[in-house]
RNA sequence: GUCCCUAUCGUCUAGAGGCCUAGGACAAUACCCUUUCACGGUAUGAACCGGGGUUCGAAUCCCCGUGGGGACGCCA
């Protein structure tokens, strides 16, 4: 093939991804997807959405609902699909129909009862459970006598030699001898056909190049490699990445951690957060550790995907947040407060305004909730505690606040004009900046930090200013 | 039990035999900036799992341990 690049030989990339819906999009699946994505992108092709739906009694709506969701929240748009395993019933039946009649598959009608019993013999005897071939055909062969009134499951009919190998683009060359796998079962006894069967005949019907997936499937890939090449289909190129632990070095799972992408929405993280801090997890471009999604996708490539598993970093992706929220558009974070601040059943009004108010504090937040948080006070005059008030509220205080008070009664609401008018009373009275900036602040917002104080009385208004000045000073 | 994967600072990672007295980032610590708190800036500490090989030379290659993970379903 090398010798056609760019020429008419070259495939375009279609890649996939494939969530059994069961619950919702999770920092793993996210992940997957992303690069999945990201490889189809990077190469031009396209990347598939496929549910994988087959197990009835787990698989929900709500749960397709919330993955499309938060891929879209991602912004990973799917080229084809989404395509349901469960609307393919009758395409998987025509091929094991196929392979039947092949021969590549037959039926078996050992009983669950006789299989448990022999794998607890297997177990006993210290040896890898796996089904013994006793209804696999044979020359020479004689099977055991049909049962009465016992449906048959399909299996297929895996080589007993030999090892299937394949380069896996992320854990380099993997081989697993014939010997280690057993004649699986492609088509339980109602004729619905299992797991890995689907995957085969999707992943050919929809001309997948590339499978990358959570490495939790590297053993079932010498099991799709048999039966994509009994199938006589190209074999894709695989590449298993490795999990994503919990910030605790823990396996994540659904009751240990592991939570929606969505979450992170609803706990003020930017979508470009999450992206780029998923893109370094596992994945690395150099010392890069700040990307647009324009720029993984034009570096995004599988030689350098750790191979190892990555411990989920929460105060890295804070940092990441807080560096996005910077860069963010005031207008945006403004939409943000409000609908956060609605929330809490707080309307933000137009004055002040949200937008305002962002630029004052978007580089001083790690998330939109504190960004609300922040904003909460400029709506709802705050309530500072009374040892709090008394600490900063002295007598010599409010007599400065007083002073301060009647000068920007007619000041000009502008921060050049109030940081003077601020100086002119600190000099009428005699105090240092913070002596009067540290009370203000009380007064105004209910605590004793906050951005220059001179930009905060210019987006809270004159108004509102004056109205809690004179209701903490009366 | 059998098979498979995996192992660099606390964390994410760079590193494809000499560029490594192991680099970057988050976090930590200190200092600077500052009207407060942040932000920002500068600096410091912090790692090649262990043991054997191969080689003039190994974080990098091989083997054996050990730790971690996964699989062994008529789940996906």
Redesign the pocket.
């Known amino acids: 093939m090398g010798f056609f690049v760019g020429g008419p030989m070259t495939v375009t990339v279609r890649t996939r991804f494939a969530p ?1 819906p ?1 619950g919702f999009l999770h920092i793993g699946g996210a992940r997957t997807a992303l690069f999945s994505w990201a490889y189809a992108r990077r190469h031009g092709g396209q990347f598939i959405l496929r549910i ?4 009835v009694a ?1 698989s929900t709506p709500e749960a397709v609902q919330a993955i499309v969701d938060g891929m879209q929240w991602l912004g990973l748009a799917h080229d084809e699909g989404p395509f349901y ?1 469960m609307q393919r019933m009758d395409r998987y039946r025509e091929v094991i129909q196929q392979m039947l009649a092949a021969g590549t598959a037959y039926h078996c009608y ?3 009862e006789e ?1 448990d019993a022999l ?1 607890a013999e297997q ?1 006993a005897a ?6 013994d071939g006793r209804w696999r055909p044979a020359p020479g062969k004689t099977l055991p006598v049909v049962p009465e009134g016992v449906a048959p ?1 399909v299996r297929f009919r895996n080589p007993t030699d030999g090892v299937v190998a394949w380069d896996d683009q992320v ?2 060359r ?4 014939n010997a ?1 796998l ?1 004649d ?2 492609i088509a ?3 004729g ?1 056909p ?3 069967f ?1 995957v085969v005949v999707d992943d050919r019907d929809m001309g997948i190049t590339h499978v990358i997936r959570g ?6 890939t010498p099991r799709q490699i048999n039966l994509l090449e009994a199938l006589g289909a190209p074999v894709p190129v695989y590449g ?1 990445l ?2 994503i ?1 919990g910030d605790d ?1 823990q ?1 994540l799972s659904k009751r240990h951690g592991a939570v929606s992408v969505m979450q992170y929405d609803d706990e003020g993280y930017l979508p470009e957060a999450v992206l780029n801090y998923l893109g ?5 471009h ?2 890069e ?1 700040v990307f647009s999604m324009a720029q993984f996708v034009e570096w995004f490539d599988l ?2 995907i ?8 929460t ?2 992706l ?2 990441l947040n ?2 996005y929220i ?1 860069l963010a558009d005031d207008a945006r974070l403004g939409n943000a407060i409000v609908e956060r601040l609605a929330r809490g059943g707080v309307t933000a009004t137009a004055s002040p305004d949200p937008a305002a108010i962002a630029a004052l504090y978007k ?3 790690q998330n939109l909730n504190e960004l609300a948080d922040c904003a909460h006070a400029f709506y709802v005059a705050p309530q500072a505690s009374a040892e709090m008030l008394a600490q900063h509220l002295t007598e010599p205080a409010k007599a400065a606040l007083a002073d301060l008070s009647r000068r920007l009664a007619s000041a000009d609401f502008l921060p050049e004009v109030l ?1 003077k008018t ?1 100086k002119e009373s600190l000099a009428a009275t005699g105090l240092k ?2 002596q009067v ?2 009370p203000l ?1 009380v007064v105004l917002l209910g605590q ?7 930009r905060v009385l210019a987006v809270l208004g004159r108004d509102e200013v004056l109205r809690r000045l004179e209701r903490m000073l009366a």
């Open positions: 059994s069961t994988e739906d087959t197990d787990r395993q050992t009983s669950k299989l794998r177990e210290k040896e890898k459970p796996r089904y499951v854990k380099g993997i081989e697993i001898a280690e057993d699986f079962i339980r006894a109602d619905t299992t797991y890995n689907c490495d939790d499937h590297v053993n079932n298993h490795s999990m632990l070095g396996k370094r997890l596992g994945w690395s150099g010392d550790e030689d350098h750790t191979s190892s598993a990555a411990q989920f970093n105060e890295k804070n940092w807080a560096h910077k580089d001083r937040v940081a601020l900046m913070p900036a540290i602040r004793p930090q906050s951005p220059a104080i001179d």
